[in-house]
């Protein structure tokens, strides 16, 4: 091992922080590197909130290369294909395939997972690690200058914590109370999209049997439906999308169940038996980032959605942080002297070249996002051109449908 030793503060235990935590644990000590990383949580205990999350190729080639996959996969769905249907006569418009077709062209399964169950996989390995440890209920107070680095400073049991570090990694989510403490301009901050998510989680035996194999998404005016199966095929992960007044910050709000169904009103008799099944809905303002953002400020590097906050409509957001995670470790540990890339004149410029590099592809899959807003929420008489044109992309060049994004989920970023 080098005599180099080096120390990473990572500020957030959420899906960035422990696969960033992950992958530079595994890339150092292939590179015989020394580093100690430590991982800074708000939260008192592990949060594993949440509900459905999608993880296509390009994250779960990561996971694999973290020794993930296997207990990820006990606990995912696979879904054999996307079906687009009409909200309101419930009609099949398109039938993207996945599962073994996605598998075999990526290489990698595209999976769907209950976020607890992957927070709860990637804790457990970190834990397991003897160069990583997690402090609990330590929240950012603080970012302080000293000449042209930072420091932090936590607040733990109203105690400061002072923790020096060669490298601070925020990954302290869309509402980063490190972005905050920068003082950065309005172009770096996540904005409330005008978009609400309305999620639920359904037992019923039925409904679960029936929509066991396949995402589902079925699409209207101005709002759009998402359902798959989670937790190992025993439940199906709901959630609806619709436009509206911003609701309080939070994950895990109550929802009105009356107010989303005046949003469906008119929608077919399967959406109307699922809302039923769902028992207590969270609601959940989405939070979009401008596309100038910027990651890196010298020795503070923000990942995941603290760095790029995304709408889900291209499932995008946990795996964009789990690239970043593994670009970052990438770019850290390649090459024989490996140690060059943390001496102080190096690492920003190391850090600038990262930001550089994911930028295109973050801004893309951004854009992507956005546009598949405004397609799935048109309403008559353009969505029925949307429904003919995708209806004939199904019937006379299915496979067009996946391949359209292989720029996206073929994308490599496990070689560390
Ligand atoms: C409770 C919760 C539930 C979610 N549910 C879903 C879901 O159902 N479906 C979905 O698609 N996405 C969900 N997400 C978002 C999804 O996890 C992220 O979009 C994506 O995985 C990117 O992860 P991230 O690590 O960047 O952010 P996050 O997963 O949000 O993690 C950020 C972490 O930073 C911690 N943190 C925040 N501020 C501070 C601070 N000042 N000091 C220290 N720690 C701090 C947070 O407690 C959190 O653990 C959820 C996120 C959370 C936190």
Redesign the pocket.
């Known amino acids: 091992m080098s005599e180099q030793r080096k120390t990473v503060a990572i500020?957030?235990?959420?899906?960035?922080?422990?696969?960033a935590a992950l992958s530079l644990s595994l890339a150092a000590n292939q590179a015989e590197q020394s580093l100690d990383i430590e991982i800074?949580?708000?939260?008192e205990v592990a949060?594993?909130?949440?509900?459905?999350?999608?993880l296509s190729p390009n994250a779960t080639h990561i996971l694999q290369k973290l020794g993930l996959l296997d207990e990820l996969l006990a606990c995912a769905g696979q879904p054999q294909n996307i079906i687009m249907a009409d909200g309101r006569t419930g009609q099949q418009i398109a039938d993207i395939p996945l599962g073994d077709y996605a598998q075999t062209r990526y290489g990698a399964p595209y999976i769907v997972v209950?976020?607890g169950d992957?927070?709860r996989i990637l804790l457990a390995k970190a834990t397991q690690q003897t160069n990583i440890n997690i402090y609990f209920g330590?929240?950012?107070?603080n970012l302080v200058q000293q000449d042209a680095k930072y420091k932090c400073e936590?607040n733990y049991l109203g105690k400061a914590i002072n923790k020096q570090a060669d490298l601070y990694i925020a990954?302290?989510?869309?509402?980063?109370?490190?972005k905050s403490q920068l003082g950065l301009d309005a172009r770096n901050l996540a904005v409330y999209s005008g978009h609400m998510?309305w999620?639920g989680l359904v037992d019923d035996t039925q409904l679960v049997e029936k929509f066991q194999n396949s995402t589902h998404v079925w699409l209207g005016n101005k709002a759009h439906v998402v359902l798959y199966p989670i937790s190992g095929g025993k439940q199906l992960?709901l959630?609806a999308f619709t436009e509206g007044v911003f609701k309080q910050k939070s994950?895990?709000l109550d929802a009105d169940i009356s107010e989303l169904k005046t949003h469906l009103t008119g929608w077919n008799e399967d959406i109307e038996a699922l809302l039923d099944a769902a028992g207590q809905m969270k609601i959940?303002p989405l939070c979009a980032g401008a596309p100038e953002y910027q990651t890196a400020h010298d020795n503070i590097l923000f990942?995941?959605?603290?760095?790029h906050?995304?709408l889900?409509y291209q499932?995008q957001?946990?795996a964009?942080?789990v690239e970043d995670a593994a670009c970052l470790a990438n770019l850290l540990y390649a090459g024989a002297e490996d140690w060059h890339h943390w001496a102080d004149e190096i690492l920003p410029l190391k850090l600038r070249v990262y930001e550089a590099s994911r930028h295109d592809r973050v801004t893309k899959t951004q854009q992507t996002a956005l546009q598949n807003a405004r397609i799935f929420h048109l309403s008559a008489p353009i969505s029925w051109a949307r429904d003919l044109y995708l209806k004939f992309l199904s019937r006379f060049a299915r496979k067009s449908l996946l391949s359209r994004l292989d720029w996206l989920y073929s994308k490599r970023y496990d070689n560390f």
């Not at 949060?47 to 999608?54: D, K, M, V, Y």
């Not at 990954?171 to 490190?178: E, L």
């Not at 990942?303 to 760095?307: E, P």
């Open positions: 500020i957030g235990a959420g899906i960035a922080g422990l696969t800074f949580e708000k939260a949060n594993e909130e949440g509900a459905g999350l999608q209950h976020r992957l927070h330590h929240e950012l107070a936590f990954a302290d989510g869309v509402w980063s109370q490190c998510a999620r992960n959630v994950w895990a959940w990942i995941g959605d603290a760095a906050p995304t889900p499932a957001g946990a964009m942080a």
